[in-house]
Antibody, heavy 123, light 106 residues
Framework: QVRLVQSGAEMKRPGASVTISCKGF????????LHWVRQAPGQSLEWVGW????????TFPKKFQGRIAITSDSFASTVNMELRSLRSDDTAIYYC????????????????WGQGTLVTVSS | SYDLTQSLSLSVALGQTARITCGGN??????VHWYQRKPGQAPVLVMY???NRPSGITERFSGSNWRNTATLTISRAQAGDEADYYC?????????FGGGTKLTVL
């Protein structure tokens, strides 16, 4: 059974950093990209970035560039996402999700998703 | 940036058909994917590339995409279909989500 398991909830002060891990089970980890998506309270889903697990290439939306890093440990089938200089509006549930695609089709769709990690940023 | 517009909420009577829409400029030129999120649970893919159902998703779910509107249709709505539904597209190497529609089954 393909599944993603994330690390536990985190509580951080503004300005701190947080690292969330996502471990894949039931599939060849390096064959699929891994995305991060977050959902702040009362808000919609927001794509945070992705890593091509087999190559280590990453892409992020402009709003996160400079304070986010996504790394992959293929041997451990784990991807870590670090978000730095945390602000209160970074408070959200962060999800990892496996990216799926088809030959000749641009973009991924996401399945499955991890269970989510609540990150709370508060002074 | 690519804006996706969804109605905040939609109500449907038990056993009737719910149509959840996602509006975007010439959205028919893009592949649209749909996710269902129930309270306290992670999102689940229920439709990909406009009208393709993942394994394990009931055939009561169908999808279409035409001109400026993509639609997720839920036939014979059941209480278990109550959830938030999000559309998603890929544009310029960025993934965008709609604001989500809360489906209530009466």
């Amino acid at each position: 059974q393909v599944r993603l398991v994330q690390s536990g909830a985190e509580m951080k002060r503004p300005g701190a950093s947080v690292t969330i891990s996502c471990k894949g089970f039931g599939y060849t980890f390096t064959d699929y990209p891994l995305h991060w998506v977050r959902q702040a309270p009362g808000q919609s889903l927001e794509w945070v970035g992705w890593i091509v697990a087999g190559h280590g290439n990453t892409t992020f939306p402009k709003k996160f560039q400079g304070r986010i890093a996504i790394t992959s440990d293929s041997f451990a089938s784990t991807v870590n996402m670090e978000l730095r200089s945390l602000r209160s509006d970074d408070t959200a549930i962060y999800y990892c999700a496996r990216g799926l695609s088809a030959p000749g089709i641009g973009g991924n769709w996401f399945a499955p998703w991890g269970q989510g990690t609540l990150v709370t940023v508060s002074s | 940036s690519y804006d996706l517009t969804q109605s905040l909420s939609l109500s449907v009577a038990l056993g009737q058909t719910a149509r959840i829409t996602c509006g975007g400029n010439n959205i028919a030129s893009k592949n649209v994917h749909w996710y269902q999120r129930k309270p306290g649970q992670a999102p689940v893919l229920v439709m990909y590339r406009d009208g393709n159902r993942p394994s394990g998703i009931t055939e009561r779910f169908s999808g279409s995409n035409w001109r400026n509107t993509a639609t997720l249709t839920i036939s014979r709505a059941q209480a278990g279909d109550e959830a938030d539904y999000y559309c998603q597209v890929w544009d310029s190497n960025i993934w965008f989500f709609g604001g989500g529609t809360k489906l209530t089954v009466l």
